[in-house]
């Protein structure tokens, strides 16, 4: 037992050396202090309108209303669920956003929790739901827009439209501004919305014609997840633009406010896409913010999503899930595997990092021919000579068992509700408010459950998830070091 013993405290020894050896970025040193706090809401859990409460697509917290009373932390964050329980297609699952308080009593870096309090320093309570809707006040849907378009009116651009007629809606990431209105990515489009605080759409911002899903020479944001009855688009895949369910999965502000930035999950077809093996090179959007009604177009760049061997030793590329800006020039972005995990199949996740991505000393493509869709800046997956891509550092592994096994949680066997679940989707920052520590931040990360329950309630339907699947919404909190943010702060 002595020995067991001296075995897991080593373990925690070398998960905390290496958590906190710096990551260099562009000749910036930033830290991963480790976990400091992990919490859960059920996956029973109920919204206001009676259905099952799905969680991080995206985040964002309310840094405004971040307090500090001792060693507790207190506030409140925007959680994105996407379009709904969608296992056996696409259903008409109301597009909303969730509000959750949170209060946080962190541990200290590299110390365990107290035993049997081990998830317990998150305490994360469903506030309020709050529904999205058009610009007309109609609901939103999350219905696949096979073969609908919304033709363009007044300032409102084309937009997906489902059969029955409504706002088709797969949003992915959100953005809350200092005026209470919000930015929210879209995976249909794939376009970045404004939202006002009551949730009804403003404006929408379509992007370059080269990530514009084109189907027989014309837009068409289906993406092959048909709703009861309903067929298949032709063809399959788009000829050109985002791949189907690979939109704009990472939106952020920076954060002087200037600049919003979007990545597109995976690369555009044209650019290797049409591949799982060649899908590497995908495209950071940096919008001039300084109109919020007509964000313009700055600057473009090529981002290599991480590459990595599955455990059958086959090549893959992770999916970008999430971004947080830290600059104009440099972001936070979390990219993963997908099929492993409590809720699927297979057991361990071979690849779930954050990694920096510095866009400093990368080609600018916007604007130019590359932002055309028969142009490609990677055709069949090699990157155009001319062009010299983002950098990425890796951060923070999340499947590190070290960091993990602390707070009770694992990546690998058995598959249990300790396992961390498949998908990784949702990160914010908060200050952690010492004087003595300025540039030290709480990172929120929390999963997309996929509204995975055995007690499920949606469209006026219950449901249970296959296999006894009872999924919960997971918060890890990683306390870092990130030089410099604070005076980049508006």
């Given at each position: 037992m002595k020995h067991l013993n001296r075995t897991v405290a080593l373990g925690a020894a070398?998960?905390?050396?290496?958590?906190?050896t710096p990551a260099l970025a562009d000749g910036v040193a930033y830290v991963n202090k480790g976990i400091v706090g992990v919490g859960r809401i059920p996956a029973s859990q109920k919204d206001k309108f009676g259905e099952t409460f799905g969680s991080g697509s995206g985040m964002a917290i309310d840094t405004k209303g971040w307090s500090r009373d001792g060693a507790i932390y207190k506030g409140s964050l925007w959680l994105l669920p996407d379009r709904g329980y969608n296992v056996a297609g696409t259903s008409d699952y109301r597009a909303r956003l969730n509000t959750i308080a949170i209060e946080l009593t962190p541990t200290v870096p590299g110390a365990s929790p107290v035993a049997g309090q081990e998830q317990a320093g998150v305490n994360a309570t469903l506030a309020d739901t709050m529904l999205l809707t058009d610009d007309k006040g109609a609901d939103a849907t999350g219905l696949d827009p096979l073969n609908g378009v919304?033709?363009?009116?007044?300032d409102m651009l084309i937009l997906p439209q489902a059969d029955n007629g409504k706002l088709a809606l797969d949003d992915e990431a959100v953005v809350r501004l200092p005026d209470g209105t919000m930015f929210i990515s879209d995976e249909y489009g794939p376009n970045i919305y404004r939202f006002s605080a009551e949730g009804r759409l403003m404006s929408a911002t379509q992007p370059p014609a080269a990530l514009v899903p084109i189907r027989h020479g014309k837009p068409n944001f289906a993406s092959d997840n048909p709703g009861p009855g309903a067929a298949e688009p032709d063809p399959k895949d788009p000829e050109t633009?985002?791949?189907?369910?690979?939109?704009?999965?990472?939106v952020s502000m920076t954060p002087d406010g200037k600049f919003l930035?979007?990545?597109?999950?995976?690369?555009?077809?044209?650019?290797?896409?049409?591949?799982?093996?060649?899908?590497?090179?995908?495209?950071?959007?940096v919008?001039?913010?300084?109109?919020?009604?007509?964000l313009k177009l700055a600057h473009e760049y090529v981002v290599p999503l991480p590459?990595?061997?599955?455990?059958?030793?086959?090549?893959?590329?992770?999916?970008q899930s999430e971004i947080v800006a830290l600059s104009d020039t440099s972001f936070l972005m979390l990219a993963r595997d997908s099929g492993n995990g409590q809720g699927v199949k297979g057991d361990e996740s071979v690849y779930r990092k954050i990694n920096i991505v510095d866009l400093s000393g990368a080609t600018d493509i916007a604007n130019g021919p590359f932002d055309t869709a028969d142009k490609p800046v990677a055709p069949k997956g090699v990157l155009d000579p001319s062009v010299t891509p983002a950098k990425l550092t890796s951060f923070i592994d999340i499947n590190d068992n070290g960091e993990l096994g602390r707070f009770g949680l694992h990546n690998g066997a058995p598959n249990d509700g300790n396992n961390l679940s498949e998908k990784w989707e949702a990160m914010s920052l908060a200050p952690v408010?010492?004087?003595?520590?300025?540039?030290?931040?709480?990172?929120?990360?929390?999963?997309?459950?996929?509204?995975?329950?055995?007690?499920?309630?949606?469209?006026?339907?219950?449901?249970?998830?296959?296999?006894?699947?009872?999924?919960?919404?997971?918060?890890?909190?990683?306390?870092?070091?990130?030089p410099g943010l604070s005076s980049n702060t508006q």
């Open positions: 070398l998960a905390l050396f290496t958590a906190m919304r033709q363009a009116s007044g633009g985002r791949q189907n369910n690979q939109g704009l999965e990472g930035i979007a990545v597109l999950q995976s690369a555009t077809r044209q650019d290797g896409g049409d591949s799982g093996s060649t899908r590497q090179n995908t495209r950071a959007l919008y001039d913010a300084s109109d919020l009604a007509h590459v990595f061997k599955d455990a059958k030793g086959k090549t893959k590329v992770a999916a408010l010492d004087p003595k520590l300025p540039d030290d931040y709480f990172l929120f990360v929390a999963n997309d459950n996929d509204f995975l329950t055995q007690d499920g309630f949606q469209v006026g339907a219950p449901y249970k998830a296959e296999d006894g699947a009872d999924v919960d919404t997971t918060f890890l909190v990683y306390q870092v070091t990130l």
